[in-house]
């Protein structure tokens, strides 16, 4: 029998900035906690116990939506300066730029949408500070978390073919096998840290969102380990009720953090609007480094938890926020 | 009703949301692209169903999202789903219509919002693609909207974010994405223009009120080709205007700029 080829007809430049080995993520996941144990810690603990410099995190939100922000926060806290991590994302990843905590980005999308680019992150970009950039689009991204989520090496996918978005990319097309069209191959995303805020947890981090889940259930499952914070930490009877809000079952998880207003200055489907005020603020200042230093020493170094940092805002502020009825 | 002023963005999304018909599928992102979508729903395209990429699906608009995930795109949704299964369904066919806007644009309708400049030395580093080089791909008839100009227009874009017709007839197909996309209309503050069937090349459809097929040559840095009869763009009415001024952007976060 005559050997058969695949043939590749085209591959972006850029090498993965986080390589992955399916078998060792197996093994990984076969020796993850399957018991119902009790994860609370607090955003310091979770921080310190999970990311170590240089490892490759993943925050996960939508716009300014359930953003993970008491994690942010701690993770610029802490001075971490080398991580590497894939960029969907709005707020949070214009504050990792401005602190430079980042040096190699899978970026699909970082703006501040109707306001526009941030200058933090073009200051990190442009001065070069930020040393690798792997573009992608946002289904890519989702398809890459979803790959490693099914334990496979790619999707197949039709999106990115054609563009220079591909080029600087690490994907690749082939001819497909069945059909003889091109087709692009998404490759898989296996994280070191995933970070994600929902509406409510158990204490083993069984997770419930409410409205729409972005990329939350594909990256939990393609993360080795994961942290969550909380607006509520309910008993898991509260989950038993309704199994099928579940999008984070509790062995993804490692950490569970009870962090209300955790999205602040983003908001929360149902529960609170976000600070325009707040995140207007921060956009007109961050064309001028000193006035986003001012910011971070403010909001992030001046304050050592995130009790602190909401007794900062004040609890009228926070209040004003709450969303009244649905 | 020649006397009704409305501003440049008003005209924008009046233009954008007549495109749209009753029972169409759009998918929608934030800014203008979504005031288009709420205005059609609220005037002659009530069947109009919207998805966000984010995940939801059959909203009922109430009032300007800031955000592509916020709370109020999920107003009356049928449906709270996934980027995974918002991008599958695209990816599948069900969306007719999407919105992009780009710091540049070509000939051919491909698009930047990555780089100015080189890409590794960029002059200006933008937002990147976002899920706009997925809508580029996989919806049927893509609209973009941008602010025209020498600028804008060009010749060759710095970097294409998303796909238009890439270098000309077949060539997307030919690079793999499905087949009979493409860029269908493009929205300026002078005009629209759609795409010639045959060369693929950008062509003026419509001049807005007051503008002539000069200005519209001037602000840009390609040939533009313009057919003999060219029709005029339609404008706000009345009722349009309130609605995007006391209804759908009270505060003109968006129409107002």
């Not at chain 1, 914070?229 to 993804?252: C, G, H, M, N, W």
């Not at chain 2, 590794?120 to 791909?137: E, I, Q």
């Not at chain 2, 001037?218 to 005029?232: A, Q, W």
């Amino acid at each position: 029998m005559s050997e058969k080829h695949v043939r590749i007809l085209d591959e972006g430049i850029a090498p993965l900035i986080q390589p992955f080995d399916l078998d060792e993520f197996r093994a990984h996941n076969r020796a993850k906690e399957k018991a119902l144990v009790d994860k609370r810690m607090s955003e310091s603990e979770a921080i310190s116990k999970f990311v170590t410099e240089g490892c490759y995190v993943g925050i996960e939100l939508y716009g300014t939506v359930r953003c993970p922000m008491s994690l942010t926060r701690e993770l610029i806290r802490k001075g971490y300066k080398k991580l590497r991590g894939v960029g969907q994302g709005v707020f949070e990843a214009d504050l990792l730029a401005a602190a430079n905590c980042m040096k190699e980005l899978d970026w699909t999308y970082i703006g501040l949408e109707v306001y526009g680019v941030s200058s933090s992150l073009r200051r990190g970009v442009e001065s070069g500070y930020i040393e690798r950039v792997v573009e992608w689009s946002n289904a890519a991204i989702a398809w890459r978390f979803k790959a490693a989520a099914m334990g496979v090496p790619f999707v197949p996918a039709r999106t990115m073919l054609g563009t220079d978005t591909f080029k600087y990319s690490s994907a690749k097309a082939i001819e497909c096998p069945f059909t003889g069209k091109p087709v692009a191959l998404i490759p898989a995303l296996v994280l070191d840290v995933g970070i994600i805020h929902v509406h409510r947890a158990d204490k083993h981090g069984n997770c419930q969102i409410d409205g729409i889940t972005g990329f939350a259930a594909e990256m939990a499952a393609a993360s080795k380990n994961v942290i969550i914070s909380a607006e509520e930490i309910v008993d898991t009877d509260e989950i038993r009720k309704a199994p099928d809000q579940t999008v984070i079952p509790y062995y993804l998880v490692d950490a569970v953090i009870h962090a209300p207003f955790g999205s602040h200055p983003g908001e929360m489907g149902g529960l609170y609007e976000r600070d325009e005020e707040h995140i207007k603020n921060y956009f007109d200042n961050s064309s001028d480094p000193t006035k986003t230093k001012d910011y971070l020493d403010k909001w992030i170094y001046g304050v050592g938890s995130h009790e602190e940092y909401l007794r900062l805002v004040g609890t009228d502020r926070l209040e004003s926020l709450r969303i009244k009825e649905r | 009703m020649s006397d009704l002023t409305y501003n440049g963005t008003e005209l924008l999304a009046t233009v954008a949301s007549r495109i749209l018909k009753d029972g169409d599928s759009v998918f929608v992102g934030t800014g203008l692209p979504v005031i288009a979508g709420m205005l059609a729903q609220k005037t002659h395209a009530p069947g109009l169903l919207v998805f966000f990429e984010a995940g939801a699906i059959g909203p009922i608009v109430p009032q300007l999202p800031i955000s592509v995930g916020d709370s109020r795109t999920i107003h009356k949704a049928v449906a709270a789903s996934s980027m995974h299964d918002l991008m599958s369904m695209c990816q599948a066919g069900y969306a007719d219509y999407g919105f992009l806007g780009a710091a540049q644009i070509d000939a051919y309708g491909n698009l930047n919002t990555t780089a100015i400049g080189d890409w590794d030395k960029p002059t200006a580093r933008l937002p990147g693609s976002g899920g706009a080089n997925d809508v580029a791909s996989f919806v049927h008839k893509m609209i973009i909207i941008l602010r025209q100009s020498k600028r804008s227009f060009v010749e060759k874009v710095d970097f294409i974010t998303s796909p238009g017709f890439l270098t000309g007839p077949g060539a997307r197909e030919k690079a793999g994405l499905p087949s009979g996309g493409g860029p269908f209309r493009v929205i300026t503050q002078y005009a629209v223009y759609d795409f010639d069937p045959q060369t693929k090349r950008l062509r003026l459809y419509s001049l807005h009120p007051g503008v002539t097929a000069q200005n519209v040559q001037e602000n840009s840095n390609f040939p533009i080709d313009i057919p003999d009869i060219v029709g005029t763009s339609p404008t706000p009415t009345a009722q349009e205007l309130r609605l995007l001024r006391e209804v759908i952007d009270p505060s003109g976060i968006v129409i107002g700029k």
